[in-house]
């Protein structure tokens, strides 16, 4: 007979939802305190989540070594909420094209920067140092075509195998014969 003061063990076989921590892959004494283990979740993941984002970014690190920094990283109030914040507006389609275009816009500025500069000294050189020499008499009159075709022909020369102090030298020398 089944009594029905508690007889039943139907409660017991009812799987158990896992804690939001063993979701995680993180105990609670593991992550700082005050964040919320749920916020983690949904934008960092799981422990194993992030050891594989951080194996991909620092190939060079054992994986002990991005088990420490993990721990360390979870730690970290500050951090930890700043990147999920990051990854919050990265899910934001219009927050990650502005964030591509950024990074487009740097690299072109990274090329055309050096040649803005390089034009802008040349152009002071020549404006401030070359011609006041050309009008004084100090000096022949330089023609740019003249001395770009020479520096060209003998940089093409220095990668057919020649030296590059002859190419100096002779670029140099070639310029002052015109």
Avoid: C
Wanted: net charge negative.
């Amino acid at each position: 007979m089944i009594s029905s003061m508690g007889g039943s063990d139907f409660g017991s076989a009812m799987p158990i939802e896992p804690s939001i921590y063993d979701r995680i892959g993180f105990k609670e004494s593991e992550i700082a305190f005050g964040v919320d283990p749920n916020q983690i979740f949904k934008w960092i993941g799981t422990r194993n989540d992030l050891m594989t984002r951080v194996m991909s970014d620092n190939p060079s690190w054992s994986e002990e070594k991005a088990e420490t920094e993990v721990s360390k990283f979870m730690l970290d109030k500050e951090m930890v909420e700043l990147f999920m914040k990051y990854q919050e507006r990265m899910s934001d389609p219009q927050f990650k094209e502005a964030q591509e275009k950024a990074i487009r816009n740097r690299k072109i500025s990274n090329v055309l920067g050096p040649i803005f500069i390089g034009v802008f000294i040349g152009s002071f050189v020549d404006t401030n140092i070359i011609q006041p020499k050309v009008q004084r008499g100090e000096m022949d009159p330089i023609d740019i075509g003249t001395v770009f075709s020479k520096l060209i022909h003998a940089a093409s020369s220095a990668g057919a195998g020649g030296s590059d102090a002859v190419v100096v030298d002779s670029t140099i020398s070639a310029v002052s014969d015109s």
